[in-house]
């Protein structure tokens, strides 16, 4: 059986040599180890051996078959390569050709508006910045000298984490001040930063309101800052991101972080005599904005009497919004891709 067993092996790597394509490949694979098979066949009469002969013919057997397995394997690779090589030659392709280019998306509008301010406080000599949107009450709210029982602390207003996370408690940030007090802390007075990111709030959703949005925090301390400073990097920072000197107007506001306290509102682009945007009165708010306040110096290690400061908190989607002449902030999030269409970078 040995030498049967031999037999079927040379003579059996010959037939899967000799096949010239995968049909042929198939019936010779059966022929040898299919179910009525040589290999088979042979194997039915182990039970006549001595008893000794037969782990040693069954190992062999093993071997014969592991062989046959694999020729058959690097066979039918072999002839599958080469049977695509000669479809592609069949059809006139050349596979060294780059492939058709891959559809390239684009930068969102927001993100645009995001970019083109950076750009504009970098080269003012800004720093950007960047602070976590999950965040502590304490910078969220306390540093900013929010009292405790603020309205804006309420949970119909601010989204927490669940209360098990231990005993400070966090929110998602309601808005990119609290970057102000972490980029003090970091880097000291004298400073200018700029720290754009995403903000949530539980807000009733309408044309101008998300749940979801972007500001962009302003921040510049140092010894002898003032008002005027303020208005000239507002009306710079409009001039910088529409091209153009925007109709804006500036009205008392009040903030616990900054004394005194303005708004700063544009005219409304979609409209003549008010509209769904504006609500009516012609006017969309932009951008509040003061001379810091000392609590927030000083929770952040900084001498009031020595620095003072500005600090403005831009609706960065509301700025992508007049800029790309968007009028409803819910198509920003919406994901749609007949909008993003519209706004290529
Ligand atoms: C603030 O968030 C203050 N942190 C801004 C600030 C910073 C004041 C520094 C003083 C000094 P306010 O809640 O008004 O303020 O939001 C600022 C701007 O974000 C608004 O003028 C508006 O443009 C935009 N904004 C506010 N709520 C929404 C909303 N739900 N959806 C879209 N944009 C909004």
Known sequence: MREQLAALREEGLAEVASAQNGEQLAAVEVALLGRSGRL?????????????????????????????SQSL????????????????????????LPGPPAPFGAVHPVMQAARDLEDHFSSLGYVIWDGPEVESEANNFDALNIPADHPARESHDTIWMAEDTGPERFCLRTHTSPVQVRALRELGAPLRVVAPGRVFRQEAQDATHEHSFHQMEGLVVDKGVGVPHMLHAMNSLLEGVFGRKLETRLRPGFFPFVEPGFELDARCPFCKAGCRVCKGTRWIELMPGGLVHPHVLRSAGVNPNEYSGFAFGLGLSRIAMLRSNIDDIRWMMSGDLRFLRQFPS
């Open 73 to 96: 394997a690097a066979k039918q690779e072999e002839l599958a390569a080469a049977e695509l090589a000669q479809d592609l030659a069949g059809v006139g392709l050349d596979p060294t």
């Open 40 to 68: 088979t066949a042979l194997l039915k009469g182990v039970g006549r051996l001595a008893a000794e002969e037969r782990p040693l013919i069954g190992k062999l057997a093993n071997e014969v078959k592991a062989a046959l």
